[in-house]
Structures are given as C-alpha cells and as structure tokens.
C-alpha cells in the first residue's frame, strides 16, 4: 500500500486516478483548489467514510499551501512515497501576445513549472525514506514537440519535461523513480471544443489511470520514464 499525494483531482484525469489507486487499495490524500468540487462523490471522505482519503486545500500557485499539505500528509497517515502530479492549466497565448496578456503567461509557469517543483520540493525528504518511490507526472505532448500557436502552454510542458529530467537524476540514488506521460488529446474538459477528432477516439482518462496503476506496482528497475500517448498519428 502506497501512501500518495494527488494534485488535480477534482476532474477527468486527476479524479480517475485518484479512483483507480482506492481501488489498488492504496491511501490518497488530495490537493484541490475547490474541495467542494469533490462533495458526494467516492473521493469525499465525509460521504464514503473511507479513512484512506486526505483532502486538503491547494492552489499550485502558492508554496505555502504546497508545505502544509505535506506537513498534513505526514501527520496523518506517516508517510509519503508517491506524488503522482495531475494538475496543470491550459490557454492559447501566442508569440506574438497581446498586451496585458503578460499574466497569462506568468499563470501557465507558476501552476505548470512551478506547482510540481514547489510540491515535490516539499515532499522530498519523505519520498527519500522510500527505497520504492515514485514521482509521475502528467506533462503532455506539447512538452515534446510544438504544433500551432500555442507559445504559452509549449513552453511550460517543455520547461516541465526539462524539471523531470532534473527530478529523475537527483532522486535516482534516493531510489526515486520518476515518469513522465505525455498525451496528445484526452476526452477531458480541455478538449471540448476540439472537432477535428471524434471523443471516443481520443484517449480517455481511465486508459490513463490504468496505466499509472501498472507503473506503481513495477519494481525500480523497470521504471519507464516517458511514456508518450498519441491518439493520432504524430510525425
């Protein structure tokens, strides 16, 4: 049983994740910017009773609230061995941004670059008491290769990908191991309005939660470090 920290868990993949690891029997404690977004649900404590779930309030933008989750985590259940890093934002800034949009691009650093590295910054001494832990992140495609106008958001799953490059090579002796997964288009919130590709042939966030399911139980030397998820062809 693995004690696991989850950001981004109030929707699509964040949320299936987070039902998938209860599933596998292991303890979640969640980070959610709206814990009422989780109310009556199977990850609401409070509805289901299940002592193996932690909510506690995080906005990835702020360090403070990154510390006292784990600080909370600790106390609670002892320990930590996972953080499997769900939450990011999305916008369509471009190169040639508009004026006042400055914010936009300073947002999409803070929550995706700056969110994982703060979170997992603070959990670092615990993940290092594991001789099995495990840092996986949602990046996406865009950390890998640039397709239209999307300068903002490339830019920080790039500099994201680079992150977990840094993470892996200071955790390797630590017995941390970490995974990247990068994929294109999921049938989430965020790809509502994309109609060049039918939902049901996008990748679905149960396929996902499956597969960091599976990562969990391999043994250190079988970690993958990215995986990446192409629904359509990508040359």
């Not at 910017?33 to 990835?60: C, F, M, Q, V």
């Not at 106390?75 to 400055?102: M, P, Q, V, W, Y």
Request: aromatic letters at 6%; a positive charge.
């Amino acid at each position: 049983m693995r004690t696991i920290l989850i950001s981004g868990a109030s929707r699509g993949i964040g949320r299936c994740v987070a039902e998938q690891a209860l599933k596998d029997g292991h303890r979640i404690s969640l980070g959610l910017r709206n814990i009422e977004s989780i109310k009556g649900s199977s990850l609401d404590p409070l509805y289901t009773s299940n002592k193996k779930i932690l909510i506690n309030k995080y906005d990835a933008e702020n360090i403070e609230d990154a510390n006292e989750w784990v600080k909370n985590t600790r106390k609670i259940f002892s320990k930590i061995d996972t953080i499997i890093h769900c939450a990011g934002i999305f916008n369509r800034t471009c190169l040639n941004f508009k004026s006042g949009e400055e914010s936009q691009i300073n947002k999409l650093w803070r929550v995706n670059v700056l969110g994982p590295w703060f979170l997992t910054r603070a959990s670092w001494k615990d993940l290092c008491k594991s001789d099995h832990a495990r840092i996986i992140v949602l990046v996406s495609m865009s950390g890998k290769r640039s397709k239209g106008k999307l300068a903002g958001y490339t830019s920080s799953k790039f500099a994201l990908m680079g992150l977990c490059q840094t993470i892996r090579n200071e955790g390797w002796s630590e017995g941390i191991r970490v995974t990247t997964i990068c994929p294109s288009w999921v049938n989430t919130d965020m790809a509502k309005s994309i109609n060049t590709i039918r939902k049901e042939e996008m990748t679905q966030p149960k396929d996902i939660a499956n597969i960091i399911s599976n990562i969990l139980k391999l043994p250190n030397s079988s970690v993958p470090y990215d995986i990446p998820l192409s629904c359509n062809l990508e040359i």
